[in-house]
């Protein structure tokens, strides 16, 4: 079993950044992919940028390019979303997901979940 727990939500202006982090603890040894989601309400869970947790290789959704970034601490086994740029249509609960396969942008792909961190971007 892995526990992830999303910290560093909040409120912000359009234009401006936030910095999500996600701590993984418990069975970690099978984690090879770790993942952001983000949820706004009556829509669908999306897909937001993943990192393969050896290779650190990464991959975005085409909305947030450029503008986010992930990356991850292996000794301390986090994950982080920087946000640059913030639009209202950023506002979403944020998720931090883990797997043991491959990164991948699907929310099947993944095997546990934080419990979400709030962002709200105001204009």
């Known amino acids: 079993q892995v526990t992830l727990v999303e910290s560093g939500g909040g409120l912000v202006q359009a234009g401006e950044s936030l910095r999500l982090s996600c701590a993984a603890s418990?069975?970690?040894?099978?984690?090879?992919?770790m993942a952001w989601f983000r949820q706004a309400p009556g829509k669908e869970r999306d897909f937001v940028a993943s990192i393969s947790w050896n290779t650190g290789s990464t991959y975005y959704a085409q909305s947030v390019k450029g503008r986010f970034t992930i990356s991850r601490d292996n000794a301390e086994n986090t994950v982080y979303l920087q946000m640059n740029s913030l639009k209202p249509e950023d506002t979403a609960v944020y998720y931090c997901?883990?797997?043991?396969?491959?990164?991948?942008?699907?929310?099947?792909?993944?095997?546990?979940w934080g419990q979400g961190t709030q962002v709200t971007v105001s204009s």
């Open positions: 418990g069975r970690t040894v099978r984690i090879y992919a």
């Open positions: 997901a883990a797997g043991s396969r491959g990164y991948s942008d699907l929310v099947s792909e993944y095997d546990y």
